[in-house]
C-alpha cells in the first residue's frame, strides 16, 4: 500500500498532479472497511464478536493505512499550492 502512495507524492513532487490525484484517491481500503463496518453492526445487534489480538492488530493497521493516505493526499494538494 505504501508504495503506490510514496510514487503518488513523488509524482506531485515532479509537477505530475494529475497523475497522482487518482493514486491516492483509489479505493484501497473497501474490504477492511467492509469488514469492519461487519463487525460494528454485528455488535450493535447484541451478537458478540470475539475479539482477537490479530483483530486488534488489524485495526490499528487498518487506522495507520487510512492516515497515511490522509497525509498523501494533503501533500499531493500541497506539492500542488506550491507548483500553481
Request: overall charge positive; glycine content about 6%.
Amino acid at each position: 500500500m505504501a508504495v503506490w502512495l510514496h510514487k503518488a507524492i513523488a509524482a506531485a513532487k515532479q509537477g505530475e498532479t494529475i497523475r497522482s490525484a487518482p493514486a491516492v484517491g483509489a479505493g484501497w481500503g473497501r474490504t477492511a472497511s467492509r469488514s469492519r463496518a461487519a463487525n460494528v453492526v454485528a455488535t450493535a445487534g447484541r451478537q458478540s464478536t470475539a475479539v482477537t489480538l490479530l483483530m486488534v492488530r488489524a485495526q490499528d493497521h487498518l487506522m495507520t493505512a487510512i492516515a497515511v493516505k490522509e497525509l498523501a493526499a494533503e501533500f499531493v494538494d500541497l506539492y500542488e499550492h506550491i507548483q500553481s
